[in-house]
């Protein structure tokens, strides 16, 4: 592995934590030149939804390819598009209500983070965002002004402007009523906060610890929304595509919201690919207004249209993600039961989850260990003091109780280390 310390910038980060050399993946597996297999509970930091490799959505991207059909294309029309549009509506938006314009702002989730936040920005005239405690919503300029951790935002190197944060649910213990501070700055106007354009917000925020806001919290935020005439966006690139049960996270809340940000497991293949949803009425672009090279990459239009009919043409995968976060949320309890002195809390929703750990230091310890037996799983939090369980919405039963079986034997190696 000498080449890769020798040619690639320190800022490499998913190596440290796993030091091999990956060459091969299929399903919730992931293995190494050495012939070392893995079983994966990291799933591309949620892109692989559906696992590695899935022959489904493979077999048409080989035949794809092999037709000599249309690779890059910027905004052309090709009838790659088309098909993935015209399924989009018929699969996910028609049969939730939702009438939504399309926009491919660029392959990345960041992408979509920042063509929601200047589409907002453009139809409401407005400079402001506000954003919530904890929140990551990516690392170019403009997501990271929304964006919480103070590592990541050190790391733009200016200063990060119009963008405002307030506490998300639950953030202040239930000391407070929900949105108190929100409400009462924007009905005065001495506060100092100007009116936003825009709220943005997870339904679950991954990369902030597996904070699940209630359905509860998240239709008063709407509701707020809609009292002071602020648009309400949803960054739904890592939760979105059924992560945690339905298509989009916040369905269960029954809120419908103005923007949609989409990434990661959208195109179902790793390919890279992102939209940007919006009400038609917000759709004030003028032509070229907002671009990139990549948007709109045809072989993901291909991969994420056999997604569509593989996994979302009927209620199966939901129904089996929710039974599996059961049989995730039961395992989990019963570690935090046997390790209570360690343990803070068990969070998530659907298949994101995480175990918070009372010491830091422990986290990645947990980690570290798993990944000697055999599985890959990341930390999160602001402190890297969660240990995060994303396996593939396609995982077995049996691959979980496995992988939870390594977690359990795991905690109980490091702790009985940090106690000796």
Known sequence: MDVF????????????????????????????????????????????NYGHNNPDLKRPLMDYLAGDSIVHSLDMYTDAKRTFLERFNEVVLAPRGLNYKVQFPGPAGNHSVEAALKLARKYT????????????HGMTLG???????????????????????????????????????????????????DKPAAVIVETVQGEGGINVATPEWLRGLADL?????????????????????????FEEA?????????????????????????????DVWEPGEHNGT????????????????????GEGLEKQTLAKGEQVERALNEIALEHAGAIDAVRGRGLVWGL???????APKIC?????????????????????????????????????????????????????
């Open 356 to 362: 918070v750990m009372k010491d830091p230091e422990l």
């Open 225 to 249: 929304c809609k009292r002071h005439d602020i648009l309400l966006i949803v960054d739904d690139v890592q939760m979105g595509c059924g992560r945690t049960g339905p298509f989009f996270s």
């Open 294 to 313: 990549f948007r709109g990459f045809n072989p993901a239009f291909v991969t994420a249209t056999a997604a569509l009919d593989e996994f979302w043409s």
């Open 368 to 420: 570290a260990e798993a990944f000697m037996r055999g599985l890959l799983m990341e930390t999160s939090g602001p402190e890297g003091e969660v240990v995060k369980l994303l396996p593939p919405l396609t995982v077995t039963e049996a691959e979980l109780a496995q992988g939870l079986q390594i977690i359990a034997e795991s905690v109980r190696a490091v702790r009985a280390a940090v106690t000796v």
């Open 143 to 193: 997501a990271l002004a929304v964006t919480g951790n103070s590592m990541k935002r050190t790391g733009a190197g200016v200063p990060l402007g119009h963008g405002v944060a307030m506490p998300y649910d639950n953030y202040l213990d239930g000391r407070t009523p929900d949105f108190l501070l929100f409400d009462t700055m924007l009905d005065d106007s001495g506060s100092g906060l």
């Open 5 to 48: 310390a020798r040619l690639e910038s320190e800022v490499r980060g998913y190596c440290r934590g796993w030091p091999t050399v990956f060459s091969t993946a299929r399903g919730s597996h992931i293995t190494d030149e050495n012939g070392t297999t893995y079983l994966d509970f990291f799933a591309g930091a949620g892109t692989l």
């Open 125 to 136: 005239g407005r400079e402001t965002i506000v954003s919530f405690t904890n929140a990551f």
């Open 254 to 282: 029954g809120i419908t919201p103005d923007i949609v940000c989409l990434s990661k497991s959208l195109s179902g293949y790793g390919l890279p690919f992102a939209v940007t949803l919006m009400r038609p009425e917000l």
